[in-house]
């Protein structure tokens, strides 16, 4: 059975590192969907990642092991570091969202927002039509998700896309469990709008 | 149940959440409202497109990267009152306040270190060789509290070799503090004596 992550962050307590490395490996992924799909730059995804990891590695001898889950807790840090980058970038962040759709009807969009769509899994039954329509749902899945607002974003992102439970969010996002709820269902209100153009392609 | 209150519902009917009076209400209004059912169905058709967006695998430089950067960030110089709110997350101020604290008790076991220390001081002018080593073992109480402290405001899962192959060594476990070699000033310093 492998080690928890209290188990692995005890370890990491006592000194030896190679937990720590565990835990990295263990969740270097989600993490780094998470932020990709909440910054909407996979590039600038793996830096803050990494910064969500030197936070732990700094402030490991403080975590008490089973007060709060693990997950729970880098959630929070990586959901802080995101919103100190989006604050950080200002303008040129709120430009930018602005011109994502405009950049993906063009099919010429910037590189970062084609590597978020393009990795998609591999299909028996090819069909290049079906899989085009495909990829311009998944763009405009991931450019929709991009422009809702940061606090329907953040929920959004971990329900539906890192399969978090309310009260998993509630704890990370600092909000009651009705809160969460109902800015889970808004921001799904919101996708579903956003969606409308392509939904007969569904 | 009208329009909005059934749009409420769309995300608790869709995860199966609604008591059975509730659900009863928005089952009936969504067979007998048809703009709500299309409104339902592209609900459930954009939750299942965000669901279904692939998975972003990380680079394989990654891991090395972060050791990397770890390793930086254990020589880079940061200033203390910066390392303690960026810790504890909390504000700089109050930072300031506490190390005014700890540098004062700090000081004052010092101060006691020196006026109970019966060892008898080193002479300078004699015993050249024997207090050249400015690295020392911890062996008395007052050095014990202080490294108690230095143990509090640095993480001991700092561990000395980061960067380096021992990193991913899995048979070394051995406590980190016990790889840290406190540096003590000596009283008598190797230029001084070389002088004499
Ligand atoms: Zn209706």
């Given amino acids: ?202 | 149940m009208n329009c909005l209150q059934t749009k409420g519902y769309f995300s608790a009917h869709l995860e199966d959440t609604l008591d059975n009076q509730t659900l009863k209400q928005f089952e009936s209004h969504i067979a007998e409202c048809a703009s709500c059912q299309k409104e339902y169905d592209r609900f459930q058709a954009s939750v299942k497109a965000t669901q279904q967006l692939p998975e972003i695998e990380p680079s394989p430089d990654f891991v090395p990267l972060l050791w990397q950067r770890i390793s930086d960030e254990r020589t880079k110089i940061i200033p203390l009152w910066q390392r303690l709110s960026d810790l504890f997350n909390i504000p700089k101020w109050a930072i300031g306040g506490v190390l005014i604290l700890v540098l004062a008790c700090a000081g004052t076991l010092f101060y006691y270190d020196d006026i109970f220390n019966t060892e008898p001081q080193p002479d300078n002018r004699i015993n050249l060789t024997d207090n050249i080593s400015t690295e020392k073992n911890i062996n008395t109480t007052s050095d014990q509290i202080r490294s108690n402290i230095i143990d509090q405001f640095f993480p001991q899962s700092f561990p000395r070799n980061i960067g380096g192959s021992d990193m991913f060594d899995t048979n070394s476990n051995q406590p980190m503090q016990q790889q840290y070699i406190l540096k003590r000033v000596s009283y008598t310093t190797p230029t001084l004596a070389g002088g004499l």
Avoid at chain 1, 40 to 50: K, P
Avoid at chain 1, 71 to 92: P, Q, V
């Fill in chain 1, 1 to 202: 059975m492998p080690e928890t992550d209290d188990e692995l962050m005890q370890r990491f307590q006592k000194g030896d590192a190679d937990a720590f490395n565990c835990i990295v490996r263990r969740h270097q992924k989600p993490l780094i969907n998470f932020i990709a799909r909440f910054t909407g730059d996979r590039d600038n995804a793996e830096d803050l990642a990494q910064d969500t990891f030197i936070r732990i590695f700094k402030a490991a001898n403080r975590y008490k092991p089973g007060r709060a889950q693990f997950k729970t807790w880098m959630y929070f840090i990586a959901r802080n570091l995101c919103k100190n980058e989006i604050r950080n970038r200002g303008r040129r962040d709120r430009y930018r969202v602005d011109n994502v759709i405009t950049n993906a009807q063009t099919s010429n969009g910037n590189e970062d927002q084609i590597d978020l769509i393009a990795t998609a899994p591999a299909d028996a039954s090819f069909q290049p039509e079906v899989a085009i329509e495909r990829k311009e749902l998944r763009r405009a899945t991931q450019n929709a998700i991009a422009e809702l607002p940061e606090k329907y974003r953040f929920p959004l992102i971990l329900r539906d896309i890192q399969g978090f439970s309310y009260e998993e969010i509630s704890k990370i996002l600092e909000l009651p469990n009705g809160t969460t709820k109902s800015r889970i269902n808004r921001a799904r209100l919101m996708l579903k709008d956003k969606l409308k153009p392509f939904m007969e392609l569904l």
